[in-house]
């Protein structure tokens, strides 16, 4: 959470039409979340695509 914000990101903890990413490290998992984010959408990835994005300075969404 901290690392997302200090790069200018927000964080909730819902899943929303305005959500850009989900962040869950099972994205086959049956949980509400990904089950409304799939419905809206809204691409779900790794921490460690996250961070890999941190690395690489690249956290917008041309990363889809």
């Given at each position: 959470?901290?690392?997302?914000?200090?790069?200018?990101?927000?964080?909730?903890?819902?899943?929303?039409?305005?959500?850009?990413?989900?962040?869950?490290?099972?994205?086959?998992?049956?949980?509400?979340?990904?089950?409304?984010?799939?419905?809206?959408?809204?691409?779900?990835?790794?921490?460690?695509?996250?961070?890999?994005?941190?690395?690489?300075?690249?956290l917008n969404?041309?990363?889809?």
């Amino acid at each position: 959470k901290d690392a997302i914000e200090a790069r200018g990101g927000k964080t909730t903890d819902s899943v929303t039409s305005k959500t850009n990413y989900l962040i869950n490290n099972d994205n086959l998992s049956n949980s509400t979340k990904n089950k409304k984010a799939k419905e809206l959408g809204i691409r779900i990835i790794t921490e460690l695509e996250l961070l890999g994005w941190f690395e690489n300075k690249t956290l917008n969404d041309d990363n889809q």
